[in-house]
């Protein structure tokens, strides 16, 4: 892998396709065995988890549901602190297992948001799967139920995540060179 750069900013490489594919596969196994019998509701958190989703489901081998939510808090590389719903969920979801797919936990404060908004919609239970986990920077009660891999509190792009909008079509995660 080579680094990229993407608008002002260099990033090199940081996890590579093969690592990424082995921890979704890692996920799905352990989806799979806790809802034998079920069918789960995904929610994918876009725009970041699209790529992350597709993959999973590919080996998802249960009968489920699939439904997006945008919401967004960052600008540029810098977390705003504020959670903006941009397009809501529009199925009824009462009474569903909800697995709640995001690209990326750090702060916790877009989990905490859709937490809210999802317990008030009457689901059955709700869990949350992430690829990326910056555990040192995230602060909320909710438990992380699937994780993909730990990461440092570093700025990352690639495999859906973005850069001011770009980078997100990269099939590793590259990292910020701050140098």
Avoid at 105 to 130: F, P, Q, R
Avoid at 167 to 178: A, K, M, Q, T, W
Wanted: glycine share 8%.
């Amino acid at each position: 892998m080579d680094s990229v750069t993407l608008k002002d900013k260099l990033f090199t490489p940081f996890i590579g396709e093969e690592k990424i594919q082995a921890s979704i596969g890692e996920i799905a196994e352990k989806i799979n065995k806790d809802y034998r019998g079920k069918s789960p509701f995904f929610i994918g958190v876009l725009n970041g988890s699209f790529m992350f989703l597709g993959d999973l489901l590919k080996s998802i081998k249960l009968e489920c549901k699939v439904s997006f939510i945008k919401v967004a808090s960052y600008e540029g590389t810098t977390s705003t602190g504020n959670v903006n719903e941009l397009i809501g969920l529009v199925e009824d979801v009462e009474g569903e297992d909800i697995i709640l797919v995001e690209d990326i936990v750090d702060t916790g404060n877009t989990l905490e948001k859709l937490h809210e908004l999802l317990l008030n919609k009457k689901i059955k239970s709700i869990k949350v799967a992430t690829l990326l986990y910056k555990s040192e920077v995230y602060s909320k009660k909710f438990p992380i139920d699937y994780i993909g891999i730990e990461i440092p509190n570093k700025f990352v792009v690639g495999y859906g995540l973005d850069y001011d909008g770009v980078g997100r079509n990269l099939n590793s995660i590259y990292v910020i060179n701050n140098n």
